[in-house]
């Protein structure tokens, strides 16, 4: 769904910071409303500071570590609700059957986490990720929606639901950093095979602008499809809406200009 920008990522355990209190984790965990049904998917255990309140809240947690040292210090100390490998979350295969994410993810990863995420089949019912606060705004679309908002609105609500202090950490990061919800939608604004030419449509249109020779649709297409769904037109701006973009998309899958 996502192009990852970072091309000199640092590995997991360079770039991860460690939450270590367990009070804020419970707190964390009970604002997140994680059930004791639910199956929890962890994406570096680490020290194990999360997955030990998990286990306690949770049906089954599903955790990965890609540090060896990590992995086999965690290993004797976890409850036999979890379910801890050894190996790159990236490279892995994701549970088929329905799960949550919540995790501390690291900082550096960030771009490709949320891509394998949000490509899974099926997708997550909801997910609770530790990350910086500018990429958390980014896939909120704040202050303006952008290709990587615009690929996840379709499936996902999207919430910054708790701002973290930089001394709740060890070591203590050097950025902002939050908690960012994202709750499966019950039913998508498109449909999963549409993913791809929702993707072309929207770079497309954020690169060359949605009037002008190089548009997908004529200025007539535009604004008789807002018009039609009762939308307003285009601000001279430029901004646009995700409902306008959603709108365009469905009229460019009829009546666009292809190739």
């Given at each position: 769904m996502?192009?990852?920008?970072?091309k000199?990522?640092?590995?997991?355990?360079v770039s991860q910071?460690?939450?270590?209190s367990?009070r804020?984790?419970?707190?964390?965990?009970?604002?997140?409303?994680i059930?004791?049904?639910d199956?929890?998917?962890e994406i570096?255990?680490?020290k194990?500071h999360?997955?030990?309140?998990?286990?306690?809240?949770?049906?089954?947690?599903?955790a990965?570590?890609?540090?060896?040292?990590?992995?086999e210090?965690?290993?004797?100390?976890i409850?036999?609700?979890?379910?801890?490998?050894y190996?790159?979350?990236l490279?892995?295969a994701?549970?088929k059957?329905?799960?949550?994410?919540?995790?501390?993810i690291?900082?550096?990863?960030?771009?490709?986490?949320?891509?394998?995420l949000?490509?899974?089949?099926?997708?997550?019912?909801?997910m609770?990720?530790?990350?910086?606060n500018?990429?958390?705004?980014?896939f909120?679309?704040?202050p303006?929606?952008n290709?990587?908002s615009?690929?996840l609105?379709?499936?996902?609500?999207?919430?910054?639901i708790?701002h973290?202090?930089?001394?709740?950490?060890?070591?203590?990061?050097?950025v902002?950093v939050?908690?960012?919800?994202?709750?499966r939608?019950?039913?998508p604004d498109?449909?999963?095979e549409q993913?791809?030419?929702?993707?072309?449509f929207l770079?497309h249109?954020?690169?060359y602008?949605l009037?002008g020779?190089?548009?997908?649709?004529?200025?007539?297409?535009?604004?008789?499809?807002?018009?039609?769904?009762?939308l307003?037109?285009?601000e001279?701006?430029?901004?646009?809406?995700?409902v306008?973009w959603?709108?365009?998309?469905?009229?460019?899958?009829?009546?666009?200009?292809?190739?």
């Amino acid at each position: 769904m996502f192009k990852n920008q970072n091309k000199h990522a640092l590995p997991y355990s360079v770039s991860q910071n460690f939450l270590t209190s367990r009070r804020l984790i419970e707190r964390l965990i009970i604002k997140a409303g994680i059930s004791a049904q639910d199956t929890v998917l962890e994406i570096g255990a680490g020290k194990g500071h999360i997955t030990k309140v998990l286990s306690d809240s949770c049906k089954t947690v599903i955790a990965y570590e890609i540090d060896r040292k990590l992995y086999e210090s965690l290993k004797p100390q976890i409850a036999a609700n979890v379910r801890l490998y050894y190996g790159d979350f990236l490279k892995c295969a994701l549970p088929k059957s329905p799960y949550k994410v919540f995790a501390n993810i690291p900082f550096s990863k960030t771009t490709e986490i949320l891509e394998k995420l949000t490509n899974a089949n099926p997708l997550p019912e909801a997910m609770w990720l530790v990350m910086e606060n500018g990429a958390a705004k980014r896939f909120c679309g704040v202050p303006r929606d952008n290709l990587h908002s615009l690929l996840l609105k379709p499936f996902f609500e999207t919430k910054i639901i708790y701002h973290f202090r930089r001394e709740d950490f060890h070591p203590a990061p050097n950025v902002d950093v939050v908690l960012l919800e994202l709750q499966r939608k019950g039913t998508p604004d498109i449909q999963p095979e549409q993913k791809a030419d929702f993707r072309a449509f929207l770079s497309h249109s954020l690169r060359y602008g949605l009037f002008g020779s190089r548009a997908l649709l004529t200025k007539k297409q535009i604004s008789m499809a807002l018009r039609m769904a009762k939308l307003p037109p285009i601000e001279r701006s430029g901004e646009t809406l995700y409902v306008q973009w959603l709108c365009l998309f469905r009229c460019w899958l009829i009546y666009g200009k292809r190739g």
